[in-house]
Each structure stands twice: as structure tokens, then as C-alpha cells.
């Protein structure tokens, strides 16, 4: 089992460029979640999904969208890219999503200039 | 919203033992988890309590007291490969799908 994979591992875009993160995962898992990581900061969730077609807000979804059109993918657009959206990407996966570990990818990091 | 506290940095000298502290303010609180992340890394999971008491695994143990919003990570036998950043999250919410990490507290185990 490959567990989490994300898709690209870097990537450079200019403001206003849009671009689209891939996260896979092949453990069957229901929950699957977006967050991003500033330095000094921890873990901020973006999006997360709870099944198939189904997506939710987080704690800071603005200038991003999601899409859950198959169970083991998860996809995470940034329409127009901002300097401000320079962070790394780290999707995650869980079975339950309450006290079930999450399973994290190894992360996409984006440089917006 | 919510709200976690954990110092930013701590220094142990290898083979000791290291606390790690996280206070929270939560609404409809759930659970405590505990994540690792090494330099450049993903965050791992390292234990989860729901309930007030010591959880224990391996070197690792975690502690929770609801009723004092408090919690903390307790690393014994500390290794070099220790050095880390640890960071606490809260499972709160309806359905508790989300989670809200802590700044995270840097490790690092000096010889």
C-alpha cells in the first residue's frame, strides 16, 4: 500500500496562475482533509471531505475549492494563486474521523510569486 | 473557535525525560491527540486521549485532564532521533471531523 500520495511534490506559480493538488490514497479511507502549514504555525484544515461527493469548509477555505468525485482522490484547486497562498499542502486520511489517527501525505510545496 | 497553547521550543539532554505541555480553549470538545513531524516531514500520529488519565505507549505517554483543559506529551529515554516538532490538536465539533493543531513545540535533544 502506497497510504497517502500527493501530486506535485513542488511546484512555482505566479499571482493569478491556477493549478490543481492531487491527493490519493488506497487505504479505503471515508474522511479525507486539506490543510496547510506556515512556518511558526501548525496545521490550518482547508477543506475536508466526510465521503464521495460530499466536501465541507474548514478554518481557512477562501481563495480555494475542492473536489471528492471518486472515494480514494481528493483535489484541491486555487483558482488565482496569491503570494499569500505560498505554504506547504499536506492532505490526510482517516477511517472514522473522530479519534482515528490521520494519515498524512508527504506534502506539496507551492511558492505563489 | 478554538484556541491551543504549547510552548515553542524545548531542550532535553539525550536519554532524560521531557514534558510537553498543551492547554486548550474548545467548545464541544472530544478528544486529544498528539502528532510528530521531523524537519521537512508529515505528521504522524502518536497517541489520542478522550478520556482524563495517562495513555502509554512505548517511551511515549500522554496525559489529559478535561475538567483543567490540559494535556501533555511525556517522552522518556529520550533519543536523538527525538528531535522533533510535536504538536497537540483537539477533535472538536459536530461529528468531531475536524482538528485543530497547536503552534507546535520544537524538540531538540542534545547529547
Known amino acids: 500500500n502506497a497510504g497517502v500520495t500527493q501530486t506535485p511534490k513542488f511546484r512555482v506559480l505566479k499571482t493569478g496562475q491556477s493549478m490543481t493538488l492531487l491527493c490519493a490514497q488506497d487505504?479505503?479511507?471515508?474522511?479525507m482533509y486539506w490543510y496547510r502549514q506556515d512556518p511558526g504555525m501548525g496545521l490550518r484544515l482547508i477543506h475536508y471531505?466526510?465521503?464521495?461527493?460530499?466536501?465541507a469548509k474548514g478554518e481557512v477555505p477562501d481563495g480555494y475549492n475542492v473536489s471528492r468525485l471518486k472515494k480514494q482522490n481528493f483535489l484541491l484547486g486555487l483558482e488565482s494563486a496569491a503570494p499569500s497562498q505560498t505554504s506547504v499542502y499536506f492532505c490526510?486520511?482517516?477511517?472514522?474521523?473522530?479519534?482515528?489517527?490521520?494519515?498524512f501525505g508527504p506534502g506539496t510545496r507551492l511558492t505563489v510569486t | 473557535g478554538q484556541s491551543l497553547e504549547q510552548p515553542s521550543e524545548v531542550t532535553a539532554v539525550e536519554g532524560a525525560i521531557v514534558q510537553i505541555n498543551c492547554t486548550y480553549q474548545?467548545?464541544?470538545?472530544?478528544?486529544l491527540s498528539w502528532y510528530q513531524q521531523h524537519d521537512g516531514g508529515a505528521p504522524t500520529f502518536l497517541s489520542y486521549?478522550?478520556?482524563?488519565g495517562l495513555e502509554e505507549t512505548g517511551r511515549f505517554s500522554s496525559f489529559l485532564s478535561r475538567s483543567d483543559s490540559y494535556g501533555y506529551l511525556l517522552l522518556q529515554e529520550l533519543q536523538m532521533k527525538d528531535s522533533a516538532s510535536y504538536f497537540c490538536?483537539?477533535?472538536?465539533?459536530?461529528?468531531?471531523?475536524?482538528?485543530?493543531f497547536g503552534k507546535g513545540t520544537k524538540l531538540s535533544v542534545i547529547p
Open positions: 490526510a486520511s482517516t477511517v472514522r474521523g473522530s479519534e482515528d489517527e490521520q494519515y
Open positions: 474548545t467548545s464541544g470538545f472530544y478528544g
Open positions: 490538536a483537539v477533535h472538536s465539533g459536530a461529528g468531531s471531523y475536524q482538528l485543530t
Open positions: 471531505s466526510v465521503g464521495e461527493g460530499t466536501t
Open positions: 486521549n478522550a478520556l482524563d
Open positions: 487505504m479505503n479511507h471515508e474522511y
